[in-house]
């Protein structure tokens, strides 16, 4: 691959074709540097009004490529890999195709990787204002002590460009120098969702630098369902056995959920048989209902709007199966997690 000079950054936005591309495309477009960069759009787009406005926006913007792709296995580590081998920058982004960018984010983005020992650099997934109530109560229970680092990864901090650990980048935004990418094998597609997680592990333990930088932030938006939510979740928590399985470095608390939820299984058969098991139980439930108390009103003197006192019952929700999912994929290993 040769590198274009003139081209800064290269953005990869792996697709499934939704409306809302259009607008991740059009807020790319609004940006400052917008003509130093080029966009890849990896992904078939079935819908034909999704498809003509493509086609508009890439008439008037000749810098937006589309690559027609599919896979049957691994389709969201393989688009990013395409889309990766396509890209003429020296770095190279990859956002979600539900995202709003910030008007300087092409160069807060790379502004990281001023610095040479930096390899991989992610910022912020923040929770946009105009959505439904449940995905504002949805992005704030991840932006609560309920996520714990995850936490992280959804909030503006004020802190400056700063060192994180592998697990704590996000993979909606952020970007890669090319040959760290290459080194490590780029994407694995045998990983969905946590291809990104993979690759952060593999990079830091190449000896590269993975920075967060607050003010390169997106709008990202939250699951706007209950279901769609316990779905995430249970994402979350069968790729986290996966990951040690995989042989990425163990973090306690990511397994806090699944010993949970074994807590209530063993006490609740054992409350069958025992009176002291029933009183366990209510124990245990009791202290958890006290955590989630204090998680709940920790969220809402940070932000002290009303509504977040809600997240109160999601919580126990999100833990659960986040924690279902951990002991799921431990027994019944390789379950498909793709979205469709």
């Not at 960018?101 to 923040?126: Q, Y």
């Not at 909606?172 to 780029?186: D, F, H, K, Q, T």
């Not at 009791?286 to 204090?294: G, T």
Request: charged letters at 20%; proline letters at 6%.
């Amino acid at each position: 691959m040769n590198i274009i000079p003139s081209v800064k950054l290269s953005v990869v936005i792996p697709t499934m074709g939704r409306p809302i591309l259009i607008q991740t495309l059009e807020s790319l477009a609004a940006t400052k540097s917008f003509d130093d960069i080029e966009i890849i759009v990896a992904g078939e787009i079935p819908d034909l009004q999704v498809m003509e406005r493509l086609r508009a926006i890439q008439s008037a913007h000749p810098q937006i490529v589309h690559l027609p792709i599919s896979f049957p296995v691994g389709d969201s580590s393989r688009k990013k890999n395409e889309g990766f081998r396509r890209a003429q920058a020296d770095v190279v982004a990859f956002l979600d195709d539900d995202v709003f960018v910030c008007r300087d984010w092409p160069d807060l983005i790379l502004k990281p990787f001023e610095d040479e020992s930096v390899g991989a650099a992610s910022g912020p997934s923040l929770v946009p204002d105009d959505v439904k109530l449940f995905a504002r109560l949805a992005g704030t229970a991840l932006q609560s002590k309920a996520a714990g680092y995850v936490a992280e990864r959804y909030l503006k901090s004020g802190a400056h460009i700063r060192p994180i650990s592998w697990s704590r980048i996000i993979g909606c935004n952020m970007a890669y120098r090319r040959p760290v990418l290459e080194s490590i094998g780029m994407f694995p597609p045998e990983f969905w969702p946590g291809e990104e997680m993979i690759a952060a592990w593999r990079t830091q333990q190449a000896g590269h630098k993975i920075v967060f930088y607050d003010d390169a932030w997106v709008y990202h938006y939250p699951r706007s369902s209950l279901w769609r939510f316990l779905k995430q979740m249970h994402g979350y928590g069968a790729t986290r056995i996966r990951l040690l399985r995989a042989g990425v470095e163990f973090e306690p608390t990511t397994i806090v959920p699944g010993l949970w939820v074994l807590s209530l299984a063993v006490l609740a058969f054992a409350a069958i048989f025992l009176k002291w098991g029933l009183y366990l139980l209510t124990l245990d439930i009791a202290f958890y209902m006290l955590a989630a108390l204090y998680i709940t009103l920790n969220k809402y003197a940070e932000t002290r709007k009303a509504e977040h006192l809600f997240i109160f019952f999601l919580v126990p929700l999100m833990h659960l199966s986040y924690g279902i999912a951990e002991w799921i994929e431990i027994f019944r290993p390789g379950k498909d997690l793709s979205e469709s």
